[in-house]
T-cell receptor, first 115, second 108 residues
Framework: EPEVTQTPSHQVTQMGQEVILRCVPI?????FYWYRQILGQKVEFLVS????????KSEIFDDQFSVERPDGSNFTLKIRSTKLEDSAMYFC?????????????FGPGTRLTVT | KNEVEQSPQNLTAQEGEFITINCSYS?????LHWLQQHPGGGIVSLFM???GKKKHGRLIATINIQEKHSSLHITASHPRDSAVYIC??????????FGKGTKLSVKP
């Protein structure tokens, strides 16, 4: 069964460093999403991406964040200069297009620890 | 006030019990996900529904669009059902708006 994959599973970085989190969505899906979950808190929406551009973003997704689809398979989230408060689990999701209510499929997450 | 409210926050059950988790929401358009999150952190989609009822194995989900309420039921609960169950409502821009989750622990 097709699935969303994410790498790495765990990333440790120092404050101020740039990190890139990678996702491979399900191959025929066209909508892509990033969510994050700070430890002990609820999952929060960061950004959605369709047709090679951001379609919606939350107030969390400031200038320190960017997303890219560098090739036909990968979808990346970049944090330019990490802060301690960026420590969280980051989930990628993808969904099909053409359905009225497309179901989102989640990757296993990348745990980011900023020290 | 939270836009997506789940109850209860924590639930402990004995193996075999029938379990109900509730979700009420004040935002979003008329579709809702039930998700399962295990201790390792990964999220699995259980259901997406926009009306009526769906059943998958021992799991049943119902939604009442007019009342903006959904329930997730687990029949004949088992310790392997222990997880956090999350309700997430589909926002108008296609993003999901999440509840805080219900932590379920099923004792043998």
């Amino acid at each position: 069964e097709p699935e969303v994959t994410q790498t790495p599973s765990h990333q440790v970085t120092q404050m101020g460093q740039e990190v890139i989190l990678r996702c491979v969505p399900i191959s025929n899906h066209l909508y892509f999403y990033w969510y994050r979950q700070i430890l002990g808190q609820k999952v929060e929406f960061l950004v959605s991406f369709y047709n090679n551009e951001i379609s919606e973003k939350s107030e969390i997704f400031d200038d320190q964040f960017s997303v890219e689809r560098p090739d036909g398979s990968n979808f990346t989230l970049k944090i330019r200069s990490t802060k301690l408060e960026d420590s969280a689990m980051y989930f990628c999701a993808s969904s099909d297009v053409g359905l009225v209510w497309p179901e989102q499929y989640f990757g296993p997450g990348t745990r980011l620890t900023v020290t | 006030k939270n836009e997506v409210e789940q109850s209860p926050q924590n639930l402990t059950a004995q193996e075999g019990e029938f379990i109900t988790i509730n979700c009420s929401y004040s935002v979003g358009i008329s579709a809702l996900h039930w998700l399962q999150q295990h201790p390792g952190g990964g999220i699995v989609s259980l259901f997406m529904l926009s009306s009526g009822k769906k059943k998958h194995g021992r799991l049943i989900a119902t939604i009442n669009i007019q009342e903006k309420h959904s329930s997730l039921h687990i029949t004949a609960s088992h310790p392997r059902d222990s997880a956090v169950y999350i309700c997430a409502v589909l926002g108008s821009q296609g993003n999901l708006i999440f509840g805080k989750g219900t932590k379920l622990s099923v004792k043998p």
